[in-house]
Nanobody, 119 residues
């Protein structure tokens, strides 16, 4: 059974930093593309950052230069370092694991962790 467990959310002042973690179990972690998504109240879920099994990363324009995604395959964990946080970053953040081949797609989600940026 695949599980993704997120941690690290909380309340932070504008300009502050947080690091989110997502630890996976029950899956061959190194093979998966790992991503962080977020959803603010009344808005659609959006991609924040993704890291492929190769280590290549991609970011939403709104977080480029402020957020960094990384992965530790030995620990089956993906991180999102968030610096210079803005009130607009307030959202529930979700970890995603994705793998596809010619036979099937595999897509898993964590339960989410809340990030609130407010003074």
């Amino acid at each position: 059974q695949v599980q993704l467990v997120e941690s690290g959310g909380g309340l932070v002042q504008p300009g502050g930093s947080l690091r989110l973690s997502c630890t996976a179990s029950g899956m061959p972690f190194s093979m998966y593309t790992m991503g962080w998504y977020r959803q603010a109240p009344g808005k659609q879920r959006e991609l924040v950052a993704v890291i492929f099994s190769s280590g290549i990363t991609n970011y939403a324009d709104s977080v480029k230069g402020r957020f960094t995604i990384s992965r530790d395959n030995a620990e089956s964990t993906v991180y999102l370092q968030m610096n210079n946080l803005e009130p607009e970053d307030t959202a529930a953040y979700y970890c995603n694991a994705h793998y596809s081949n010619f036979a099937a797609d595999y897509d898993y989600w964590g339960q989410g962790t809340q990030v609130t940026v407010s003074s």
